[in-house]
Each structure stands twice: as structure tokens, then as C-alpha cells.
């Protein structure tokens, strides 16, 4: 009888499972839910929240989903989602199992997610520098914990572990005292030196940083434990990875050859490639620079431009929509606003309406927001903005890895990835214009796919 490894990802906007069969690698089940668990911002300091509550409720849902014979014969299960983010627990207690088959989340804050923007650049510049290659910006875990430690102290004393919101899941299913966490996404946390895959200790010390808060480093394609109950019919007992990065398992489930490109359009967009195996990251970081060095598997490197601004600029588009219709007295249904908007999109090939849809800024310009330029009569259309808007999201992403760049860097193929992108022809249709590198659509491309595939190689 065949077993099965299940690969689950906790994005920002939605879960996927994917059941992929251990010995042909082939995908034999999934589904996807949205979490619809963002919080609203009441604080006034730019905060970006998730419940965390409702996104375990959404993994729930999402594994009842799949078929109950194959979660009984499942092996291993891989956890990956949103990376630079933090959600705060207190070990031990940090969910509830009494359903028996399931866990629901106890005694946990929210989910601080890596859009969080309450760390002004003021305030990081107050912050030690990092012994680290990679810079710290707003919403990364470290620079999250640094606020709470100025502003909001007594917070902190309510919680004994931390991680992402992929860790704290693997920490609650095996029922471990702490969080332990890859070098994937402790590198997204800042202040984690990726050379020596060790947390910046001394310095976080000296800074009176909550030291007990850093998860344990283990190495990404490693077990974190085995699950401490049945789970969704699966059985007590069975392997866990530690978690891993969305971004290096959406690039994992496609990228065949070192001359491959991934482009992934999810929430939010990255285009990343593999560096040369003896590439060394610099020594100090380079805060300016739209590329990033991100750890892969063993000591390769991912360059990536990893953009705050993807998906994440439609969904904020509909949801100004809905918005203005309820102002205007009209009671919007939601379901099928993208089909409508995406078809407005292409039945107008070209705007000369340009959007710069830096909505939340982007990590190495975070002042530069977005802009609506060369407006005039004739380009007010929905069309005319939806395809403007679509062209914006993907000239960022290459103003911030330019096509020369790539092909300084060898890449042939760009393989495309991510549902906002499978979903959206418009999209779709500017990154073939935008790229001059032939352009590919992963088959399950995604990064629940690429969790599950590091288990069957590495396990
Ligand atoms: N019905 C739809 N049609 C096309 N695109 C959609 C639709 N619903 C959501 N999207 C896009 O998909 C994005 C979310 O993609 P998803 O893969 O679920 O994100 P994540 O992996 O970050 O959780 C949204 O930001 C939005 O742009
Ligand atoms: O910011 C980076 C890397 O630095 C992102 O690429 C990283 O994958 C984060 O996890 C995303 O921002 C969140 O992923 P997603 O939910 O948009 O798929």
C-alpha cells in the first residue's frame, strides 16, 4: 500500500494541503481555504495582524477536506507558510487538544505578520547592528520583538516561546517545550548570522533582548519531532520536518535546472534564482539593495527580490471596491469581482495609465508608496486600471531584479508559480511582455508541493 507525505502551507491569505503519493512524487490530493483572518487596525501604528486562532481553525478545515484513507497513511508531514513573521505562546500551553483528533489555538497572541508596519526607519536605525549579511526591516520577527520591548514590555511577560506561524503548528503537533526553527526562516527574523547559522546572541544580549523568545536553530530538511496525537486520522507517531520558507519551497517544487528562474506571484511576489555553489554573502548588509541572499538547502544561496507588493495590491484593490459600493448603498457580492475585473483586463490589451502600486513600500525604499500617474479622460475604465494595475505589480518586480540581471546570472527560463498568478491572465500576459527569457508555468508549483517534495528527497 502506498504512503503519502503531507505538505501544508500557512500563507497570509490562504491555506493549501497537498497529499503528494512517497514513491511516484505524484500530487493525489489538496485543497485550499482562505484564512480571512486579518485583523483590522485599530492601534493607529501600522499594525498588520492575523487571528491566529482562525488560521489553525483553517488548517482544520482545509486537512478535513482530503481524503480520510490517505491521511491514515501518511508518513511524514511538512509544514512551510509566511515567512519574517511572529506569533507568541506559552510553551506547554499554547493549544488546546481536547477535540482529541485536532488541535485548536490556547494562550497564543496574534500572528505579527511580515506586512506589519510599526517599525519606523527611525527606529530600526536605533536598533544594534546585526553580525549578519541581511538587513532588518518592519515585520521581521526580531525588529517585532524589539518594539514590544520599548513600547509594550508587560506583553512579552505574558509568553515563553516564539516563531512563525509554521513553527508554532510543528511545536503544537509534536509537543515540544520551545519552537525550533530552520536557518530559512530565522533569516527572516534578522539579527541570525547565516554563515554560522547561529541567532546574534551576544548582541541581542547586550541589547536586553528576551533572549529565552529565539527558537532553537535546526538544520532546513531535518525532523522536528513525530506527532504527540492522532491528527486528522493521522496516525500519533509520525514524522514532522521542522518548518521551512514559503519562498524556497515554492522555488523546490519547480525550478529543474540552475539555469531556471522562479517567479512566484502569491500574496506577495519574489523572482529568485540560485547563486553559484562557493557564493559567500557579504559580510555586512546592504540595506539599499531591492536583491536579497536568503539560505537555501545545505550552504547554497537563493538571490531574490522579494517584493511587498503582489497579490496583496488586487485584493487591496477589490476590497477598496466593495468599499465604495457599500459608501454608495450597493450591497457588493464578492465571488466573482477578479473574474470580472481580470476579464474588464483583457478585453484592454494596453494602458498608457501608469500605476506604481508600492502600497506598503518596499523593504530597501520604504518611504516610496504607490502612485497613479498620466491619468486622463480616455483611461479611466476598469480595464484601463486593472491592466495598468497588473503591469505596475510585475514592472516593480523587475525594476527590482532587472531581466540583464538574470541573464548575468545564467537563467535561460523563468518558471512561473503562485495562485495570483495562476489565476490572473492579466498577470500573466505582463510577465510574458516583461521578461525577454521564455516563460514556463510550474505543474504544481506551489509551496505546499515543495514542502512535501524536501520530504521525500531528504528524509
Ligand atoms: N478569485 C480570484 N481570482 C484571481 N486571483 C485571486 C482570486 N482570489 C484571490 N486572488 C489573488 O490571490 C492572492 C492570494 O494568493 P494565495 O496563493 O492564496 O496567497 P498566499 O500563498 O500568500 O496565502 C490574492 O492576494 C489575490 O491577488
Ligand atoms: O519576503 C520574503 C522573502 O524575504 C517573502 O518572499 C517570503 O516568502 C514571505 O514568506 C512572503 O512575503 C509571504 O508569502 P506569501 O504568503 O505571499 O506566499
Known amino acids: 500500500m502506498s504512503s503519502f507525505i503531507l505538505g501544508l502551507d500557512v500563507g497570509t491569505t490562504s491555506v493549501k ?8 512524487r505524484s500530487v493525489a490530493a489538496t485543497h485550499s481555504l482562505p484564512t480571512d483572518s486579518d485583523l483590522s487596525d485599530s492601534s493607529g501604528v501600522k499594525a498588520k495582524e492575523q487571528d491566529t486562532g482562525r488560521i489553525i481553525d483553517s488548517v482544520n478545515r482545509c486537512l478535513d477536506a482530503l481524503p480520510a ?23 506547554k500551553s499554547g493549544c488546546d487538544w481536547s477535540s482529541r483528533d485536532f488541535f485548536t489555538a490556547r494562550n497564543t497572541s496574534q500572528l505579527i505578520t511580515w506586512q506589519d508596519g510599526r517599525c519606523s526607519s527611525d527606529f530600526l536605525s536605533s536598533l544594534p547592528k546585526p553580525d549578519s549579511h541581511q538587513s532588518v526591516a518592519t515585520g521581521f520577527g526580531c525588529a517585532t520583538i524589539f518594539w514590544y520591548m520599548k513600547h509594550r514590555p508587560e506583553f512579552l511577560e505574558g509568553f515563553t516561546a516564539a516563531g512563525t506561524i509554521q513553527d508554532y503548528v510543528v511545536s503544537m503537533l509534536c509537543g515540544l517545550d520551545g519552537c525550533v526553527m530552520t536557518p530559512q526562516n530565522a533569516a527572516s527574523w534578522g539579527f541570525f548570522n547565516t554563515s554560522s547559522n547561529r541567532w546574534n546572541e551576544n548582541i541581542l544580549k547586550g541589547a536586553s533582548f528576551p533572549l529565552h523568545l529565539l527558537p532553537r536553530c535546526v538544520s532546513s530538511g531535518s525532523l522536528a519531532g513525530q506527532t504527540c496525537s492522532s491528527w486528522h486520522g493521522i496516525p500519533a507517531g509520525t514524522p514532522v520536518g521542522a518548518a ?31 547563486m553559484p555553489a562557493d557564493f559567500k554573502p557579504p559580510d555586512s548588509p546592504e540595506p539599499s539593495s531591492s536583491i536579497a541572499y536568503f539560505p537555501y538547502f545545505d550552504s547554497l544561496y537563493l538571490a531574490v527580490a522579494a517584493s511587498l507588493n503582489g497579490g496583496n495590491v488586487l485584493a487591496t484593490f477589490v476590497e477598496m471596491l466593495t468599499a465604495w459600493m457599500r459608501e454608495l448603498g450597493v450591497e457588493p457580492t464578492d465571488s466573482c ?41 480616455s483611461n479611466l475604465s476598469l480595464g484601463h486600471v486593472i491592466r495598468a494595475l497588473c503591469r505596475g505589480i510585475v514592472s516593480n518586480i523587475t525594476s527590482m531584479m532587472p531581466a540583464e540581471r538574470l541573464q548575468q546570472a545564467g537563467v535561460r527560463r523563468i518558471v512561473g508559480s503562485g495562485s495570483a498568478l495562476a489565476r490572473n491572465e492579466v498577470l500573466r500576459q505582463e510577465v510574458e511582455k516583461a521578461f525577454p527569457q521564455e516563460l514556463v508555468y510550474g505543474q504544481n508549483a506551489d509551496s505546499a508541493v515543495g514542502v512535501a517534495m524536501v520530504l521525500c528527497d531528504r528524509l
Open 69 to 91: 484513507d490517505k491521511l491514515q497513511r501518511v508518513s511524514s508531514i511538512g509544514l512551510t507558510g509566511q515567512m519574517h513573521g511572529v506569533v507568541f505562546w506559552k510553551a
Open 244 to 274: 521551512l520558507g514559503d519562498f524556497q519551497c515554492s522555488v523546490y517544487s519547480c525550478m529543474s535546472a540552475r539555469t531556471d528562474a522562479v517567479l512566484n506571484i502569491s500574496t506577495s511576489a519574489q523572482v529568485t534564482f540560485t
Open 17 to 24: 494541503a497537498v497529499l503528494v503519493e512517497s514513491d511516484s
Open 337 to 377: 469581482f477578479y473574474e470580472k475585473l481580470i476579464n474588464c483586463a483583457l478585453n484592454q490589451e494596453t494602458s498608457d495609465l501608469t500605476v506604481n502600486p508600492t502600497i506598503l513600500g518596499e523593504r530597501h525604499n520604504p518611504l516610496c508608496l504607490g502612485q497613479v500617474t498620466n491619468i486622463s479622460a
